[in-house]
């Protein structure tokens, strides 16, 4: 049985790819996907109880939320 956790984790991964192979044109689409596999990836590390890798997420995912916010106040 798979931990939901270790799921989230995986999910998190893989969105955090999606959005790397995605097109650099389409940068709020690509934030969006940082945001929803960081989150993941954060529940994930307070699982693992890794204060490191909370702190690395929580910062990649506060700087793909200031990416939407600046690219939304130059349109």
């Known amino acids: 049985m798979i931990n939901t956790f270790k799921l989230l984790g995986v ?13 650099p ?3 709020k689409l690509r934030d969006i996907l940082y ?4 989150l993941a990836l954060t529940s994930y590390s307070f699982y693992i109880k890794d204060t490191i890798f909370i702190m ?20």
């Open 25 to 27: 044109k389409n940068r």
């Open 56 to 75: 690395l997420q929580i910062i990649f995912v506060l700087v793909a939320i200031f990416d939407i916010f600046r690219i939304s106040k130059k349109k």
């Open 35 to 38: 945001i929803l596999g960081g």
């Open 11 to 23: 999910i998190g991964l893989i969105l955090i790819i999606i959005g790397i192979l995605i097109k």
